[in-house]
Each structure stands twice: as structure tokens, then as C-alpha cells.
């Protein structure tokens, strides 16, 4: 059988739709899994770590987050994991998801060509793509938004039980993912009960909605209240990222709705406002003042409320691009058909080519990367990188699979905004005082451990510091602070009776790992003094042996501390870093680590107890 000819006419108009979606995903899903996260991705990876609900539900009821994204993400954690890919993919599938039901917005009150440009500037808006790659929920309320809009326009023109309660459940999504999309259902209430020329019995259908969703809301509405201190009292306004109601910050709040290309998105966005002509009183009509009310009046509308209270960034403007995409399509599609097609074709390729930056990111996976390099299992990890503790500890713990890392963030008891400052050290004496090994990751926070080690307390010694730039973006931001610094300190305890190589060399304490990975690195530190000024330059050879013969496995020769020991003071302790590479099939068990010292001119070991080498501890192959 032959399709009909109206079949095979949608079906050809769907290719377009079909090739805006692939786009979509493909703009979304580049980069995505190695772009590290960010302050606000790493919060939301810290509440959705615990998979126990009644743990995520405390954390959200002390912040200002409703629950349903970070239950969902942490459900879905649990199935696919924490990689980088896998915990943005429900943002990604939502925002593809809300272009193509802005496509469906466009089709129906706009036409078919309004609505292939509108999803095609919604497909690649930068401000829509990246909010919808992020571990955030901003993609998921662009989504809500849009579902709202979707069925609060079909309501209109069918005001039948089945858009009433699909309606009800799109603003329930709404209300349960964040309440910043309040704003955008006042609109709705506005255009529903003021400019809709339904009947009383139809506008009770549409109230009888909104009651629905606050029905299906009633369980969270008592945490709400308990928030609303905090949301009435501060909003963002100080936060990262916040915009203040500025005339010097008007072209970049422009830049994020319409694009860095503003001329061309908002040009056509201009066109629409000044071509389109269709009555109030109509149902079209009625659909374009919503979509005009909520997209460009809206943002006008929370650029006045922000002079009062904090309610502006880049994330918080992101759910109006559907509706911004869609006046910009009405305005394309109101050109000639050639020209209209050039320049949406210009803008993409001058948008996919030069995004622009929504957000900085601080190089997180550098840092997980510079800890990785030197771990060994036993390590502490201390952040002292106020709000960005969170996206550290994601990143680090990423960078050390399998291994269970103790990183303490010391977030709990610190704000960088305050003159007055909680030690971290009360929490940690302990902890501390354990461990022979601890990192301090410190960024912006006052570094109060990094201080105290660095005065030695608990016996701590550094011996390696790794600077790591920020980037161009957050080094103009803070200039004071350009590196986040990355420091390694250690607990040696020096023997009263060290082991002595030739009588000349002093080994007084040998720090192992307890266990480490077929495949992995293990790292032996020594500390070293010398007896008395050296006139040779000496070597030194770490072994890993079976515990039953003497076949080396992994070895690593280097002089002692990276330097000629002839320059060594004598009674100096030295510090001595040794890494072994070890085999990807080493069988588990207990090996010896042991090891010599020898003059490169003759390699003869000096000799230690009575024999070439030295045992110096056990480590376990897991």
C-alpha cells in the first residue's frame, strides 16, 4: 500500500524537525563529558550523592531547592553512575525535549516555517544549551516551562479535561523542580484570566488546573514556607553569577537571550514585534501576547525586580529562551523565504563557531588530576575552596576510582564572605593526627589548615606544591588569586635509630601505602639525612618483590630527593619521592618493598645490615 499523500507530506516536513533535533543533542552532548564541574553542579552532585531520599530531602529542605530533580538524578546515579556524561544526560534530554515541543508551539499558532526556525534557534541559543548540560535543574524548569506553555495554549483553544489535567501536571513539574517558574505561570494566570475570551465556565477550568498542581504540590508546600526566609530575604543577589540592574550590564543580559549574534536573533525578534498583526481578541492573538509576556517581558519584568531583589543571571533567564526562540522564528519566518533562510543559517554558523562563555569554570579536573598523580590509598584530602568545595570533591573523587578517598570539605564550618572565621582544625585535629599524609586543595577561603601545616603543626612537613591556573576567565575575576595551589604535606617520624647505608646515609623513616592497584602507581617517600658531608653523588633503587624470592616486579632508580647528595648539609632531613609503576597483571597479595644505595660509577650498593638492600615495609596488590 502506498502512503497517502498527506502522509507523505508530514513526513517530509518532520526531516527538517528530525535534522534540528540531531543538532540539538550534538551541541549538547560535545564536551560534556569532559567539561568539569562547576560551583552549582558540584552542589547539586553533592546532594544527590547520598541515595538514601530521606538524606537528599534534609539537604534540600535546609537550601532552597524543591526535591524532584536531585531525587531523580540521584535515582538515575545509581543505575549509570557518576561519570561526567551520565549525570548531565537527564538536563541533555530535556533540553532536546523542549525543542521539539517549542516546534510544536510554533506549528500550532505561528506556522510551520516559524516554527522550524524557532526550534532551530532554541536548538543552538547558547544560553538554552548550556543550561540544559549542566548537573543542574535549570534544564529541566526550561522544560516545565515550555510543557506549561505547551498545554496552557492548547487548553485555550480545547478547554477539554484532558489538557486540564495534563496542564496540572506540567505545572506540578514546575513547582516540584524550582519555583523561579512561578513568575512564568503568573503570566499565564494573567493571559488566562485577563485577555483569554473564554467563558466563566471554561476560566474555572483553568483555575480548577492551578489548584490541581498546588493539590499535587501540597506534600513539599510546609518545606516551601519553612524557605521562604531565605528566599525572600536574600534571593541570589550576591551569589556567583547574580547580575545587578545596571545600564552597563543591559548589552550583556541582551548577549545571554539573544545570543552573542544579538543583531540577528534580536533583529528578527524586532521584526515580529513590528510585522505581526493579529487581534487580542482572537485565540493567535492570545498565544502571541503569551509568548511576548512570557519571553521578552518577563526578562524586562525581573530586570525591574531585581533592582529590589536578587533575581538575575544568566541561569535564571535561561527558561525564557523557548519563548524568546519562538518570537525570533515568527520574525524570520516573516521574511522573504530565501532571506529568512540565509540568515538563520548565518546565525548558526557564527553561533556554533563562537558560542561565547556563559559561565567559568574553575580547572577542577586539573586539580583532581595533580592530586591523582601523587595519591596513595591513606591520603587525606582537605578543601579549603568555600562554595566550590563541592564541584573539588566531585572532581577528585572522579579521578580516584575504587579507592574511597577521605576528602573533607571544610564548607560546614567556613564562609569566605565572613571577617570571622571557624578553624577547620577543631574538626580535624584528629583526623589529622591519624593520617601521615594530607592535601590541601586551596582556592579564594582563607587557607587556615594550609597556615597551620605549613607551621607544622601535628609534625606536617610539605614537600610538593602544584599551581594550577585558573584560566583567562576566572583569573580576570579574581587577579589576587590566579592558581589554585595544591600542596602535599607529610607526618615523618624519625627514628632514633635510623638505618644507616655505608655509615654514611641515614634512612630515618619510609612511608608506604597499605594497599594499592594492579596497574596503579605506588609512591615511596623517604626521608633521609646524611652523617656527614658526602663526596660522591648516590642513587637510590626501590623494589617491589614477591614476599617469597627475589624477581624484581617494578622498580625506579633516581638520586635521593632529585638532587646530588654532595650538596647535602649534613643532619638536613631530605625528603625522597620514589613511584613505582607497577603491572597491569600483577596478582593480588603481600609484596616487599626494599631498597639500595649505589654509587652510579661502579653501581655497587652500600651496605645496610649486613646485605645490598634493605626491606623497608609490605604493601598489598588489591
Do not use: C
Amino acid at each position: 500500500m502506498q502512503p497517502a499523500p498527506l502522509e507523505k507530506e508530514h513526513a517530509r516536513a518532520l526531516w527538517p524537525l528530525v535534522l534540528i533535533l540531531l543538532l540539538a543533542a550534538a551541541l549538547r552532548l560535545s564536551g560534556a563529558a569532559t567539561r568539569p564541574v562547576w560551583t552549582d553542579e558540584g552542589w547539586t552532585a553533592w546532594a544527590a550523592r547520598d541515595h538514601r531520599p530521606s538524606v537528599i530531602l534534609d539537604k534540600l529542605a535546609g537550601d532552597r531547592h524543591p526535591p524532584l530533580y536531585t531525587l531523580a538524578l540521584s535515582a538515575w546515579w545509581s543505575v549509570v553512575g557518576p561519570s561526567h556524561i551520565a549525570l548531565r544526560f537527564p538536563a541533555i534530554a530535556a533540553g532536546v525535549l523542549s525543542v521539539a515541543v517549542t516546534y510544536r508551539i510554533g506549528a500550532d499558532w505561528l506556522g510551520r516555517r516559524a516554527a522550524w526556525f524557532a526550534a532551530l534557534v532554541l536548538a543552538a541559543l547558547p544560553l538554552a544549551v548550556y543550561y540544559t548540560t549542566e548537573i543542574r535543574l535549570y534544564g529541566w524548569l526550561l522544560l516545565s516551562v515550555t510543557l506549561m506553555t505547551f498545554f496552557f495554549l492548547r487548553m485555550l483553544r480545547a478547554p477539554a479535561l484532558r489538557y486540564a489535567a495534563l496542564y496540572a501536571l506540567s505545572v506540578a513539574f514546575m513547582f516540584y523542580t524550582l519555583y523561579l517558574g512561578t513568575l512564568a505561570l503568573a503570566v499565564q494566570g494573567a493571559v488566562g484570566l485577563l485577555l483569554w475570551r473564554g467563558t466563566l465556565r471554561q476560566k474555572a477550568g483553568l483555575v480548577g488546573s492551578w489548584l490541581g498542581a498546588l493539590v499535587l504540590f501540597a506534600p513539599w508546600l510546609a518545606v516551601m514556607l519553612s524557605q521562604q526566609g531565605v528566599y525572600l530575604t536574600e534571593g541570589i543577589g550576591g551569589f556567583p553569577g547574580s547580575i545587578e540592574s545596571t545600564r552597563d550590564n543591559l548589552l550583556p543580559v541582551a548577549r545571554y537571550l539573544f545570543s552573542p549574534q544579538m543583531a540577528l536573533v534580536g533583529g528578527a525578534y524586532a521584526i515580529a514585534l513590528a510585522l505581526w498583526r493579529e487581534p487580542l481578541r482572537t485565540l493567535r492573538g492570545t498565544a502571541w501576547a503569551t509568548i511576548l509576556l512570557g519571553g521578552a517581558g518577563l526578562a524586562l519584568a525581573m530586570w525591574v525586580a531585581n533592582m529590589w531583589f536578587g533575581v538575575l543571571a544568566a541561569r535564571t533567564l535561561s527558561f525564557l529562551t523557548p519563548l524568546i526562540a519562538l518570537g525570533a522564528g515568527a520574525g524570520l519566518a516573516l521574511l522573504d523565504r530565501r532571506a529568512g533562510a540565509i540568515l538563520g543559517l548565518a546565525w548558526l554558523v557564527a553561533t556554533v563557531a563562537d558560542p561565547g562563555v556563559i559561565q567559568p569554570r574553575l580547572p577542577g579536573d586539573q586539580v583532581a588530576a595533580a592530586v591523582a598523580g601523587g595519591y596513595s590509598a591513606g591520603d587525606v584530602v582537605v578543601l579549603e575552596t568555600g562554595w566550590d568545595d563541592n564541584a573539588f570533591l566531585y572532581e577528585i573523587e572522579r579521578a580516584l576510582p575504587g579507592r574511597d578517598p577521605r576528602v573533607i570539605r571544610t564548607l560546614p564550618w567556613v564562609d569566605h564572605r565572613l571577617a570571622a572565621q571557624e578553624s577547620p582544625l577543631d574538626h580535624l585535629d584528629g583526623t589529622l593526627e591519624q593520617a601521615r599524609r594530607t592535601w590541601v586543595v586551596q582556592w579564594l577561603q582563607p587557607g587556615q589548615v594550609l597556615a597551620a601545616l605549613d607551621e607544622g603543626a601535628f609534625g606536617y612537613r610539605r614537600v610538593q606544591t602544584v599551581d594550577v591556573p585558573l584560566g583567562a576567565d576566572y583569573a580576570a575575576l579574581y587577579p589576587e588569586q590566579p592558581t589554585v595551589e595544591v600542596a602535599l604535606f607529610e607526618r615523618p617520624q624519625f627514628a632514633a635509630d635510623p638505618l644507616l647505608f655505608g655509615e654514611m646515609l641515614a634512612l630515618h623513616d619510609a612511608i608506604l601505602p597499605p594497599e594499592v592497584l594492579p596497574g596503579g602507581r605506588l609512591h615511596v617517600d623517604l626521608w633521609w639525612a646524611a652523617r656527614a658531608p658526602l663526596s660522591r653523588d648516590y642513587s637510590v633503587g626501590v623494589y617491589l618483590l614477591p614476599l617469597d624470592e627475589d624477581t624484581v616486579l617494578a622498580q625506579d632508580d633516581a638520586a635521593p630527593g632529585g638532587s646530588a647528595t654532595t650538596t647535602w648539609a649534613a643532619g638536613v632531613a631530605i625528603f625522597d619521592r620514589h613511584t613505582l609503576l607497577l603491572p597491569d597483571d600483577l596478582p593480588p597479595g603481600e609484596y616487599r618493598v626494599a631498597l639500595t644505595v649505589y654509587w652510579y660509577g661502579d653501581m655497587q650498593p652500600l651496605a645496610v645490615e649486613g646485605g645490598p638492600r634493605a626491606v623497608i615495609g609490605t604493601v598489598a596488590v588489591r
